[in-house]
């Protein structure tokens, strides 16, 4: 049973990125043999790193270091390392992610992750041997997915985490863009398609 989870960045229920994630999570359970949790942030009681290194310094051969933060995240660790997939969601605010999106990112880098020789020595590279998939879903009020190179600055950090930390190839995007005007419908088929994707 292949497991995904969905990480949900938006300080609103029902709305843009929770919308484009259920229709992700349609797809994903439109294939066989796989499973779906959806994780709110802005629900868990998520404190911000305090760069003690605990983490990064703990045994490397451990697919998930040791935290001394004890917080909501200590539950979602084991559910990040059983996972083989995940659907990241956040609304861009300021250009980039959320700030429960950003904190949650920053808690899992070393957590997930360890130092490494590339690109250059001790930058994170995945504890978990485990090959994983990702996918990102985007939202902006305003600006249309024409001018998304100017406001989407949130789909490049969260790429790199998955990179990084994660060990998981990040197979497609969605930029649902100027949503204020357009709606979220026009986004609904590609949204379905990349869970879809995800789960094969």
């Known amino acids: ?14 709305k843009t990125i929770d919308t484009l994630i259920d229709r992700a999570i349609q797809g994903v359970e439109s294939v066989d043999g796989v499973q779906v949790e959806k994780i709110y942030l802005i629900e868990k009681n998520i404190k911000y790193c305090t760069n003690c290194m605990v983490c990064k310094k703990d045994d490397a051969e451990k697919s998930i270091a040791r935290c001394v933060i004890s917080d909501d995240m200590q539950e ?4 990040i390392d059983e996972a083989d ?9 300021i250009g980039h992610v959320t700030a429960v999106m950003k904190t949650f ?18 930058c994170p590279i995945p504890r978990s041997k485990k090959k994983k998939k990702a996918i990102i879903i985007i939202s902006s009020g305003i600006v249309p997915p024409i001018l998304r ?35 979220v419908e026009p986004y609904l088929d590609k949204a379905y398609r990349l869970g879809r994707k995800l789960a094969v």
């Open 149 to 183: 190179m100017w406001c989407d600055d949130a789909t490049s950090l969260i790429k790199c985490v998955c990179d990084c930390s994660l060990g998981a190839g990040v197979i497609g995007s969605l930029y649902a863009g100027a949503v204020h005007t357009r709606g």
């Open 76 to 79: 979602i660790y084991p559910k």
């Open 1 to 14: 049973m292949k497991k995904i989870l969905a990480i949900v960045g938006s300080y609103r229920k029902g």
């Open 105 to 122: 990112l920053e808690r899992i880098c070393w957590v997930t992750a360890k130092p490494g020789n590339y690109p250059l020595k001790g």
């Open 85 to 93: 997939g995940f659907i990241f969601g956040t609304p861009v605010n």
